[in-house]
Structure formats: C-alpha cells, structure tokens
C-alpha cells in the first residue's frame, strides 16, 4: 500500500514555460482566476491502494471519459489560499494546515478520501517553489493557489461513491478580487433561494454550492446590487452569508458574526479576525443576527459597520442593502474605521510588514 505522507513527488519540468516578458506581462494586469502559471500538481487515489503517482507536471488539460462520475454526480471538492511575496522578498503562505483541515472535512462529507495535511501543504510548497516567479511583486497583489478533489472512475451507477479519484493543484497569480478595490459594496437579500440547509453541504467546500448561488447572484445583479446576502433556509429572516464570504457586524467595540451551524463555510479568514479583533480588546462574537435587526441596527446608529471577508477579497466593506420590499444604508455609506483597520492589520502579517503573533505564516522559498 502506498502511504500518502511519504509520497514522492516525480518532478516534470514545462518544455513551453512561458518567457520572462510573457510573464510580465500577464503580471502587469493579472486579474483575478484568468491566467495560470506553467506547472501544476496532480496525485492519484485508488480504493484499497491509496494516494499514488504524486507528480509536478506542465499546466495544461485533462481528458476525461464522457461517463466519469464527478460530471454527473458533482462529487468534487477544491479549496483556496495564496501565496505572498512578503517586504522582505520571502515567498509565504498563509496558514495552510488551517485549509488542509477544513480541506479533508470537506471530503469526509462528500464520501471522498482524505488527504494527509503534510501532503497537501507539501504539494503547494513544490507548486509555488518551482513557479516563484509567478509570485507578484505589486503591493496587494498575491498568486491564488487552487487545490482541488474529483472522482475519476468511469460508470453511471449511483449506489456507492467512486473509487478513485484524483487531487490537483493550480496556480493563478491575482490582483485585487473586486476591480475597484476597496469599495463598499452593495448586497442584495435573497428571499426566494436558499443557499442551505442543517444537514446539507453549506460547510463544505464544494463546487455544488456555488453552482446552485448563480441564480441568486444574478438576481442581486439584476436588482443593481453587487453581491447576495444569502438567509436561513427555514425562516429567511436570519443573516449566513454574502456571496461565499462571511458577514461581520461592528456594534461599537463588539464585533458579531453569524456562528457556525453546519450550514455555513468555517472561513479561515474570519477565523482569523476574530482572532485580530480580541487582540484588539474588542468583544468579538459568534451568533445570529436577522434582517430586520440590521435594519434596525443602523437606522438607530447602532450598527456601524458591515463587512465581509474571504481569502480573495480579503476585507470587503458593505455601503448599502436592498431586498424585495426593503432598503437602508449602511452608516454613512463608506468604509469603516475597524473594517479599515482589520483588513490593514490582517494584510500587514500576510505581506510581511505587521508581526505574526499567532504563529500564521507558513514560508516556502
């Protein structure tokens, strides 16, 4: 049996990289997800031998059999960190043991296997080590590391999940996640779609999640707002999330974010402020929190401040709110001083230019 933790890695270095001015170039206005560096990561896993055949290999596509069972069963998975070039030239990660957890509770309940955290942070420090120079050198700019599961077995049968499966890893290197920076952003309340519910898949990192948001996501485009705010699925009264980040609320020096029941994704970024926010003498909270309640909140001046949070977006502030028979304003419509001052510290340490109290930083090259 091949024991995972002591896989070794087969080495295939791209005969086509792309040149030092290509790559430039690309740098220059990466975007966000739109371009993708030479190499990739790809391991294999077989039911009653386990992970095999680890290798680095040129980027480029797979070929799939028309009935391999992650094309109709959805049965995948992925997760999402980046890698930052920090003040001092290092090349760092930002705790990537924290997305190899929540990577393997994602695959526990999706019947898929895990994989060991040594592994998977392993196959990012080979992927970034080999492509460091896809790492940005602009100021805000990071490369997006996207480690994903499939199942690969071939056949329609639908009575036990597949049998093999097959994890990569790509790299894109990205700018700001939205275009115009940091900008309030406005949400709209979806009333009519649920993104979960108790005993779904809301607190796993899998594609079906986000498959079944576009439509709820449109409809907030179509009603002039940026993003959904998604609501519980029994009452749609009480606030989950925004899009696929988290929600804070800042009551003065108390921060709430809605807790953790089974139906939202643990971010590893709110995890992290709430972390940053104690640090700061604040009351930071899990809870829940309903819509009218923040209508209220800050129609009186009570509620200060919303914001979300995500590995691309970092700290994205909320300006305005909008539902079918409803709308308010967010404060004065503008960034906040403590979403400022927590996206500022939280990027400080990822970059290298604020200490890294809690031990977060995980260096590569």
């Not at 993003?227 to 108390?254: K, P, S, T």
């Not at 899990?286 to 209508?295: A, D, H, L, V």
Request: with cysteine; glycine share 10%; hydrophobic share 40%.
């Amino acid at each position: 049996m091949t024991t995972a933790h002591k896989l070794s890695f087969d080495v295939q270095l791209s005969d086509h990289a792309r040149t030092a001015a290509e790559r430039e170039r690309v740098l220059a206005n990466p975007g966000f997800g739109q371009h993708f560096t030479d190499h990739m990561i790809s391991i294999d896993y077989t039911e009653g031998v386990g992970w095999h055949d680890a290798r680095l290999m040129p980027y480029g596509p797979l070929t799939l059999d028309p009935a391999t069972s992650v094309l109709h069963y959805a049965q995948e998975l992925f997760e999402g960190l980046k890698a930052y070039r920090q003040v001092n030239g290092s090349i760092v990660c930002f705790r990537p043991y924290a997305n190899a957890a929540r990577f393997n509770t994602s695959a526990r309940r999706m019947a898929m296997p895990e994989l060991p955290e040594e592994t998977f942070v392993e196959s990012l420090e080979l992927l970034v080590q080999t492509d460091r120079e896809w790492v940005p050198t602009t100021e805000g700019h990071s490369l997006y590391l996207r480690p994903f599961m499939i199942a690969t077995q071939v056949g329609l049968g639908v009575n036990y999940p597949s049998r093999t499966y097959k994890y990569m890893v790509i790299a894109s290197p990205a700018a700001s996640y939205f275009a115009g920076g940091v900008k309030p952003v406005s949400v709209w309340l979806s009333t009519e779609y649920t993104r979960a519910a108790p005993g779904g898949t809301g607190f796993a990192k899998c594609g079906g999640n986000y498959a079944a948001a576009f439509v709820a996501q449109r409809q907030a485009v179509e009603n002039g707002c940026d993003q959904v705010v998604w609501l519980d699925a029994h009452e749609h009264r009480y606030v989950e999330e925004m899009g696929g980040m988290n929600l804070f609320f800042v009551y003065g020096d108390r921060l709430l974010t809605p807790a953790l029941t089974g139906t939202l994704l643990p971010g590893i970024t709110r995890d992290s402020l709430l972390a940053l926010a104690r640090d700061m003498g604040l009351r930071a909270e899990e809870g829940r929190i309903s819509i009218e309640e923040w209508q209220a909140g800050c129609e009186s001046g009570e509620l200060t401040e919303v914001f979300a949070c995500g590995t691309a977006a970092v700290v994205t502030p909320v300006g305005s709110v909008k539902g079918a028979d409803r709308s308010w304003t967010v404060g004065d419509g503008t960034p906040g001083p403590l979403t400022l001052k927590l996206r500022e510290e939280l990027i400080g340490i990822q970059y290298g230019s604020r200490p890294d109290t809690h031990g977060w930083i995980h260096k590569i090259c």
